[in-house]
Nanobody, 124 residues
Framework: QVQLVESGGGSVQAGGSLRLSCAAS????????VAWFRQGSGKEREGVAT???????VYVDSVKGRFTISKDNAKNTLYLEMNSLKPEDTAMYYC??????????????????WGQGTQVTVSS
């Protein structure tokens, strides 16, 4: 049984930083089938970060230069480093994983497994 458990969310002021973690059981993270998503209140869930085929990060425009995705193979954990946070980054953040390599990497329909989410709140 696959379980994804996010942690690291919290409340910060604008300009602050957080590092989110996603630990997996029953699943091995691969570059070609994992991502971070977020969903703000009343908004659609959007893809935030994933990996390109060369394992470099791929980001939605609104977080480029501020967020960094990474993973630790030994710990089988996915991370999202978030810097220079803005109030518009406030959302529930989810990690997602797929059974097969993902083609449309920031599309939520591509992913089979989701964590329960961790809340990030950024105040101005």
């Amino acid at each position: 049984q696959v379980q994804l458990v996010e942690s690291g969310g919290g409340s910060v002021q604008a300009g602050g930083s957080l590092r989110l973690s996603c630990a997996a059981s029953g699943y091995r993270f691969n570059y070609d089938r994992v991502a971070w998503f977020r969903q703000g209140s009343g908004k659609e869930r959007e893809g935030v970060a994933t990996f390109a085929s060369d394992s470099s990060g791929v980001y939605v425009d609104s977080v480029k230069g501020r967020f960094t995705i990474s993973k630790d193979n030994a710990k089988n954990t996915l991370y999202l480093e978030m810097n220079s946070l803005k109030p518009e980054d406030t959302a529930m953040y989810y990690c997602a994983a797929a059974l097969r390599p993902v083609w449309n990497k920031l599309s939520k329909s591509e992913y089979n497994f989701w964590g329960q989410g961790t809340q990030v709140t950024v105040s101005s």
